[in-house]
């Protein structure tokens, strides 16, 4: 990688990070978590982004990511953040600290028993459909019935796994009072969630390089930023 690409990462991850720090201001909230998606980038881009001080990335496809997990330090903290496929959660249980996008019994049943051979418990998250789209993953946000019984799946039976908080991905729209309105149904889950079951769910992961500022609005504590540190891939 050239002198010149390094220094771009490096300007991306200052400038990115100053406006997390200046909006978290503006809005009188707690500065959120920046988490770095490195799907598709090479392990020379990561490492750049480690030198900068990152230490924790997110990727979304499995082969890909063990291959970097493989080649980069021991200290970073991966988080899985991609479609779950049922013969691949071996995978993310062996090589993985953190998966966002639970979303199934099943899943949560079957990662917690390969965590449980892994001697680790794996922090969780449960990926709310707020925008009800049929094409996205997810527990739609109005089965209130079923987003109870993976919680308490995962609670009551899942030992191996800790349940941190809840995730999601926004219908494309450059509104920002249509995202800041999606983001509000997220924590507002949250907040029941955390009254019903008296849970100290602290993560909201939410909030993607289009649409910061109103994540950090309706109080994410994680960013899931890709191109704006990494650049187009």
């Not at 990511?65 to 479609?83: F, M, N, R, S, T």
């Not at 639970?102 to 418990?121: D, G, M, W």
Request: neutral net charge; glycine residues 4%; contains cysteine.
């Amino acid at each position: 990688m050239s002198q010149e690409k390094r220094s771009q990462i490096a300007q991306n991850l200052l400038s990115i990070h100053q406006e997390i720090k200046s909006l978290s201001r503006q809005y009188e909230v707690s500065e959120p978590v920046l988490l770095p998606v490195s799907k598709k980038q090479s392990v020379t881009k990561i490492l750049d982004a480690y030198k900068c001080g990152e230490r924790q990335f997110a990727e979304s496809y499995f082969q890909e990511a063990v291959e970097k997990i493989k080649a980069l330090p021991e200290d970073i903290i991966w988080h899985y953040i991609g479609h779950i496929q049922s013969n691949k959660l071996k995978v993310i249980a062996e090589h993985f600290d953190w998966i966002h996008t639970l979303a199934s019994r099943s899943h949560a049943k079957k990662l917690n028993r390969y965590c449980q051979q892994c001697e680790k418990v794996m922090n969780v998250c449960i990926q709310i459909n707020v925008d009800q789209e049929p094409q996205k993953s997810g527990i739609d946000i109005i089965q209130s019935e079923e987003i109870n019984v993976m919680v308490n799946e995962i609670i009551d039976n899942c030992p191996s796994l800790q349940l941190k908080g809840l995730m999601c991905i926004l219908a494309h729209t450059d509104n920002y009072d249509k995202q800041l309105a999606s983001f509000l149904q997220l924590r507002t889950l949250q907040d029941e969630l955390k009254a019903r079951y008296g849970l100290s769910l602290d993560t909201l992961s939410m909030g993607m390089s289009a649409d910061i500022s109103a994540a950090i609005a309706a109080g994410s504590t994680i960013l899931r930023v890709g191109q704006a540190v990494f650049g187009a891939r």
